[in-house]
């Protein structure tokens, strides 16, 4: 009989555990996976953007924006730094607040590990939970054994990158005791656009402001094969739904009309004056494809006006996303109304709680994933 037991061993899960375990509660982890935090590792390129230090309730979406603002506030950054510190593990903000390893994700990894067994928490991995019943407390079958305890905790994730692991398990708990979900999409994921021929331009990047639904990012967007990825990509993606446009500034505070006017005298190319702010292939591609290149000196004034237009406000309707199999997060979960925001416990199921990525809170991308599933497993373990 443990006092809690929680399942998935991911940045979530693991958080809740260490806390629950400090309080000198009994807790088991079950993981179904070989091993545990297999998506911190991958994280970050390997390096793991643990956190974001402006991490705020406005960088997360969610049907409730207010739910995340408890837990956020209870576990700051700062808090995560400290415990990263106490470790000895050595980071650095790449940018916008975002902060790295500088060594390796595993660093996170065995601090949680260690944090663990501090604490006194048992962890099993391999093993993959048949059923759950809740009398008393909750029985939970696994392939390893039947396992009891007087609270639950549902730390599996979202299901972006199955073959990392991530199942729908979180989900079927939560209607199996009648919970409601908000639709599920992938989020933070590249667009696949229908005209093939940006495919040429696979490999750049460009800085740009993208906007969509009166949200704007400005990082670089990078051509695919299929379409558009990059940072402002994968950010406008989570606020983008079927058949949207999407805005894109590519010379963002340059003033295209002047530019072209300083180069009347010289009678610069027009791909020539591109090219000195984008990728030489770019600059050809994009004449090729909206304005046949000439020298400044004959470009009309209307004409300057519509090239300023086009560069500054390319639209473009998304065929699709890559979907889940690309998606670093999944958007939408377990619906916030079901739960607490002080304890992440479900108002309908007592003892039963949901903590991470399963739930209805989706942050951007550079840290802020981490962040919530840091703050909404450390809010959980104070009560579990
Ligand atoms: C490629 C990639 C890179 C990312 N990089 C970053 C980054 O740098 N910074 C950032 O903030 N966010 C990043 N994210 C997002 C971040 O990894 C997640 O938001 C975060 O891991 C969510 O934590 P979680 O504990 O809720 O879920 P997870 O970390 O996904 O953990 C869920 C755990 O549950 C286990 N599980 C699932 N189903 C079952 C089951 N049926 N039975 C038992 N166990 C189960 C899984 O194996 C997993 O161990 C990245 C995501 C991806 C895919």
Same mark, same amino acid.
């Given at each position: 009989m443990y006092n809690t037991i929680i399942i998935g061993a991911g940045a979530a899960g693991l958080m809740c555990a260490i806390e629950a375990g400090k309080r000198g509660r009994k807790v088991l982890v079950l993981e179904h996976a070989e091993k545990i935090g297999k998506k911190i590792l991958i994280s970050g390129g390997g390096r793991c953007n643990f956190t974001n230090l402006d991490a705020k309730p406005e960088n997360f979406l969610s049907n409730n924006p207010h739910f995340c603002k408890s837990a @956020?506030?209870?576990?700051?950054?700062?808090?995560?730094? &400290?415990?990263?510190?106490?470790? $000895?593990? !050595? =980071?650095?903000? !790449?940018?916008?607040?975002?902060?790295?390893?500088? $060594?390796?994700? %595993?660093?996170?990894?065995?601090? #949680?590990?260690?944090?663990?067994?501090?604490a006194g928490v048992e962890i099993k991995v391999d093993c993959t939970v048949n059923e759950i019943k809740k009398n008393e407390g909750f029985d939970i079958k696994t392939t390893i054994g039947v396992f009891t305890s007087e609270s639950l905790v549902i730390a599996t994730g979202g299901i972006s990158i199955p073959q990392m692991g991530a199942t729908d398990l979180g989900y079927k708990i939560a209607k199996q005791f009648g919970l409601k979900l908000t639709r599920t999409v992938p989020g933070l994921v590249p667009f696949v656009l229908a005209d093939e021929t940006y495919s040429e331009l696979s490999g750049l990047s460009v800085d740009s402001v993208v906007t969509? *639904?009166?949200? &704007?990012?400005?990082?670089? /967007? @990078? =051509?695919?094969?299929?379409? #558009?990825? $990059?940072?402002?990509? #994968?950010? /406008? &993606? +989570? =606020?983008?739904?079927d058949g949207d446009e999407v805005t894109i500034d590519l010379l963002p505070g340059t003033d295209v009309e002047q530019l072209i006017n300083?180069? %009347?005298?010289?009678?610069?190319? #027009?791909?020539?004056? @591109?090219?000195?702010?984008?990728? %030489?292939?770019?600059?050809?591609?994009?004449?090729?494809?909206?304005?046949? +290149? !000439?020298?400044? *000196?004959? /470009? &009309?004034? %209307?004409? /300057?006006t519509a090239i300023g237009e086009m560069l500054h406000g390319w639209k473009v309707i998304p065929k699709g996303t890559e979907g889940f199999g690309k998606a670093e997060v999944t958007k939408g979960g377990i619906?916030?109304?079901?739960?607490s925001s002080k304890t992440m416990e479900s108002k309908k199921v007592s003892g039963l709680y949901f903590i991470g990525e399963v739930v209805d809170v989706t942050g951007w991308l550079g840290g802020y994933n981490f962040q919530w599933a840091w703050a909404s497993g450390f809010a959980a373990g104070q009560y579990v």
């Open positions: @956020l506030a209870r576990y700051t950054p700062q808090d995560f730094i &400290s415990l990263i510190e106490k470790h $000895g593990i !050595k =980071y650095h903000e !790449k940018k916008l607040g975002q902060l790295f390893c500088d $060594g390796s994700a %595993k660093e996170i990894v065995q601090m #949680l590990q260690q944090e663990c067994v501090g969509c *639904n009166g949200m &704007s990012f400005r990082e670089n /967007i @990078l =051509y695919t094969h299929k379409g #558009l990825s $990059g940072p402002a990509i #994968l950010q /406008i &993606s +989570s =606020y983008w739904n300083e180069h %009347k005298q010289n009678k610069t190319e #027009l791909v020539n004056i @591109l090219a000195k702010f984008f990728p %030489k292939r770019f600059a050809e591609k994009w004449c090729e494809q909206n304005f046949t +290149s !000439k020298p400044a *000196n004959r /470009i &009309s004034e %209307k004409e /300057i619906d916030t109304n079901e739960l």
